[in-house]
């Protein structure tokens, strides 16, 4: 019997009976995929077990040019407008594993049932700092309401709005400094 177990993949969810296998099966893929450095989990981020989803995890692939190979972009001179933001967010999580792979830092996401989504959340000991990614070029600092959900509800001290552009603004929102980031800040 074929379960219908929901994997996110980064770019659509995937139910196990419809690629037709067993959920135990799929997981067991995951999981040799992860152990050989080709794809990585991102649990979510929660402390409200009733109105925070806390099962289901996205998977990212680390070779982000195997990725579109195997969607059939590689190569091609610009990616479709609606791969592109998860492109982008792949690209920036890959970022940030490699800057926060030597400290004792998790990478998770945040969700809620009400459909609120932070991208990222970095969680190191109590401190939590939350991570939006936008594929877009900003020239002003706007917060998305799930931010400011994930701001009222945590109270961090930093939160960070990651574009495509080249400007940088700062907005205080209670105790929290929010800065609007260019993706390149990252790479240095």
């Known amino acids: 019997m074929v379960s219908d177990a929901l994997v996110y993949g980064g770019d659509r969810w995937l139910c196990a ?3 037709g296998i067993d959920e135990k099966t799929v997981k067991h893929y995951l999981f040799y995929l992860e152990q050989t450095f080709l794809i990585q989990k991102v649990t979510p981020y929660f402390r409200n077990t009733r109105s925070e989803i806390i099962k289901a995890p996205i998977y990212y692939f680390i070779d982000i040019g195997l990725r579109n190979w195997l969607l059939g972009l590689f190569g091609l001179p610009e990616i479709p407008v609606p791969l592109s933001g998860h492109l982008f967010e792949n690209a ?3 970022m ?12 998770h996401f945040w969700r809620t049932k009400d459909q609120a989504e932070v991208d990222f959340v ?5 401190d939590v700092t939350p991570i939006e990614v936008k594929y877009s070029k900003l020239s002003k600092l706007k917060l998305p309401r799930s931010l400011r959900n994930f701001l009222a509800r945590y109270k ?10 080249y400007e940088e ?4 929102l209670g105790n929290t400094v929010i800065q609007l980031l260019p993706y390149y800040k990252l790479i240095f």
Do not use: C, F
């Open 169 to 172: 603004d700062k907005e205080t």
């Open 122 to 126: 970095l969680e190191k000991g109590l």
């Open 92 to 94: 920036i999580l890959n």
């Open 96 to 107: 940030l594993r490699s800057k926060t792979e030597i400290m004792p830092t998790q990478i």
């Open 156 to 165: 961090p001290a930093y939160g960070y709005v990651v574009h495509l552009g």
């Open 17 to 19: 009976s419809t690629v």
